[in-house]
């Protein structure tokens, strides 16, 4: 069983699935998902992709169809047994499905894992590392935090080096900005307006130039209305195309940076969930940074326009001055190819697969 409830967790259980067929093509996979699991052979009993939040005010909307999903869910799992449940990202939906599956003696694979060893608690590792049978991390720091904490867990490199082309391969780069708005549904409503505003006042400094917005499902490119062209299944063609990407904070960034494309990232979450993760949970005392590139370089790389600085003339205004700066774009190049070489070697999705087999 797979349980994605997000794009890029569907995006990031295809690769796994498909290479897990190719070592074993006996395999049956069923669960949650969405258009990319269902083509990689998985039979998709529920999507719930396009419920996918980040926030507390933000998550309110899908709570209960949420639950009511979960509940049949459980059913699933009793009806079906599956000798492995495969988590991905979605911690919210996921961490409770990993303790069901515990109670009920189910096998558990965490992919795309919680992000415990990078804001949680030492409590919050230790109880990640005893409910989940198999933690697959995608970070050699995640791997070593989950390693001491006594987990069963593997490394073997970040999937995105097998799934985002390097830059060398890449197509000459054109005067053109990719706006990337996110695929949650807050997210669209909440930055799409800000990011065309953004575009309005860059155009108005330089006109030669061309927005497209990259939407990754059918689902994502209904919800977007902008007077720019929105392209489905293109988004890494688009990105490496760019001469700069505005980025809503996510895998968007990191897909940038391995591609070589100068990005930006602007966020905002609702005044609530900010007041919590900033007071409550001390998120800021725990990470210099909210952008995984940066977090990883350990250096503010990308610009991170959050909250009140998630605005249309602050966004344009920091566009302007990376597009202008060939010096900055410069630097900002050199410290991708560092990202990259860091994530490890390619082929990581097929010996993650190994592992994974090898382990149940």
Known sequence: ??????????????????????????????????????????????????????????????????????????????????????????????????????????????????????????????????????????????????????????????????????????????????????????????????????????????????????AASQAVRAAIKAPFEVVVDQTYELLARSQLAICTSGTINFEAALLGVPNIMAYRLSPLTYLVGKYLLRIDRKIKYFCMPNILLDRPVIPELIMSSAEPNIIAREALRLLRDDRRQTAMLSAFSELRRSLGAPGVIDRLAVGILNRF
Not at 33 to 44: F, I, M
Not at 154 to 170: A, C, M, T
Request: glycine residues 6%; proline residues 8%.
């Open 1 to 214: 069983m797979v349980s994605a409830g997000e794009v890029s967790g569907d995006v990031h259980g295809s690769y796994l699935v498909r290479a897990l067929l190719k070592l074993r093509p006996d395999l049956l996979f069923f669960g949650l998902g969405s258009e990319r699991l269902a083509a990689a052979g998985v039979d998709v009993r529920y999507d719930i992709v396009n419920r996918g939040s980040i926030g507390l005010i933000e998550a309110l909307p899908n709570i209960v169809p949420l639950f009511s999903v979960f509940a049949r869910v459980k059913k699933l799992v009793l009806k079906e047994r599956p000798d492995l449940v495969i988590l991905i990202d979605s911690q919210g939906f996921n961490l409770p499905l990993a303790k069901f599956c515990r109670a009920n003696k189910i096998k558990t694979v965490y992919y795309i894992s919680p992000q415990e060893w990078l804001w949680g608690t030492p409590r919050g590792v230790k109880h990640l590392a005893r409910l989940i049978d198999l933690i697959v991390a995608i970070f050699p720091r995640e791997y070593e935090t989950y390693k001491l904490a006594g987990a069963n867990v593997i490394y073997e490199g970040h999937p995105l080096i097998d799934i985002v082309p390097r830059p060398s391969s890449l197509a000459p780069r054109s005067p053109m900005i990719s706006l990337c708005p996110g695929s949650r549904t807050h997210e669209l409503k909440s930055m799409l307006p800000i990011l065309l505003r953004a575009a309005e006042l860059i155009r108005e400094e330089l006109p030669s130039v061309t927005f497209i917005i990259p």
